[in-house]
């Protein structure tokens, strides 16, 4: 594991943490699209279908727990815990995720490197992740004003695409055989929709302003 | 060499 996968997967794991702990602390939601969260618990549920066949490191598997347990205990949250579902924006959150779901499917079942149960689901996992964060950056730009706690979110999970980006560059040029296609243009177009987001977080970052979108 | 199927990564 190279250095750029590392902090990849630490900021995803940040990113959860930091979510978690505004949900668990400050029992509040908002400013959090449950339809996201969704998502990416549905991403994590079709991806790491392997954790029962194939064991890759204790590294590997403890993550991908982590990241199972955290997605499902957050969309719980929103949708059951007494006092942080009260604070559930849903007049705001309005994007119709399930549309997201069938594309994915239908260009998973078309565009997979093996046609397999466990491959077709993986590639459907790639696919919906790209575009998973969309309700959250339509819910952003209605909310327009977004806290310390939801701003840093975004911007951790946007840092984990861009080091995934940098790990691929460099395992194509230290490791034999390391191409993958599928993989990479999913997550370079992932890491392209938080390109705007970018842009406002630094600009409030440098002027010391509250970060704001524009309308 | 790596088989395809070998998804090491998150």
């Given at each position: 594991?190279?250095?750029?996968?590392?902090a990849?997967?630490?900021t995803?794991?940040f990113s959860?943490?930091v979510?978690?702990?505004k949900?668990?602390?400050?029992?509040?939601?908002?400013g959090?699209?449950?339809?996201?969260?969704?998502?990416?618990?549905?991403?994590?549920?079709?991806?790491?279908?392997?954790?029962?066949?194939?064991?890759?490191?204790?590294?590997?598997?403890?993550?991908?727990?982590?990241?199972?347990?955290?997605?499902?205990?957050?969309?719980?949250?929103?949708?059951?815990?007494?006092?942080?579902?009260?604070?559930?924006?849903?007049?705001?959150?309005?994007?119709?995720?399930?549309?997201?779901?069938?594309?994915?499917?239908?260009?998973?079942?078309?565009?997979?490197?093996?046609?397999?149960?466990?491959?077709?689901?993986?590639?459907?996992?790639?696919?919906?992740?790209?575009?998973?964060?969309?309700?959250q950056l339509?819910?952003l730009q209605?909310t327009r004003n977004i806290d310390n706690l939801t701003g840093q979110y975004i911007f951790l999970l946007g840092a984990y695409r861009s080091l995934?980006?940098?790990?691929?560059?460099?395992?194509?040029?230290?490791?034999?055989?390391?191409?993958?296609?599928?993989?990479?243009?999913?997550?370079?177009?992932?890491t392209?929709l938080y390109a705007d987001f970018f842009y406002y977080y630094f600009h409030s970052w440098k002027n010391n302003e509250k970060l704001q979108l524009p309308? | 060499?790596?088989?395809?199927?070998?998804?090491?990564?998150?």
């Amino acid at each position: 594991m190279n250095i750029f996968r590392l902090a990849g997967d630490m900021t995803h794991l940040f990113s959860v943490l930091v979510l978690l702990l505004k949900i668990h602390t400050i029992k509040s939601c908002a400013g959090i699209s449950l339809k996201t969260q969704e998502l990416y618990a549905l991403v994590f549920a079709t991806r790491y279908l392997d954790i029962f066949t194939d064991y890759i490191s204790l590294y590997n598997t403890c993550m991908k727990l982590i990241f199972l347990g955290s997605s499902f205990s957050i969309v719980w949250y929103i949708r059951r815990h007494k006092i942080v579902r009260r604070s559930y924006d849903k007049e705001q959150d309005t994007f119709r995720h399930h549309f997201l779901i069938l594309p994915c499917i239908i260009l998973a079942l078309l565009i997979n490197e093996k046609f397999t149960v466990k491959e077709v689901m993986w590639t459907f996992s790639l696919y919906l992740e790209a575009v998973a964060i969309l309700p959250q950056l339509v819910l952003l730009q209605r909310t327009r004003n977004i806290d310390n706690l939801t701003g840093q979110y975004i911007f951790l999970l946007g840092a984990y695409r861009s080091l995934y980006i940098l790990n691929w560059i460099y395992r194509y040029f230290t490791e034999q055989h390391y191409v993958h296609w599928i993989t990479w243009i999913s997550g370079l177009v992932q890491t392209l929709l938080y390109a705007d987001f970018f842009y406002y977080y630094f600009h409030s970052w440098k002027n010391n302003e509250k970060l704001q979108l524009p309308a | 060499e790596a088989k395809d199927e070998d998804h090491d990564e998150l």
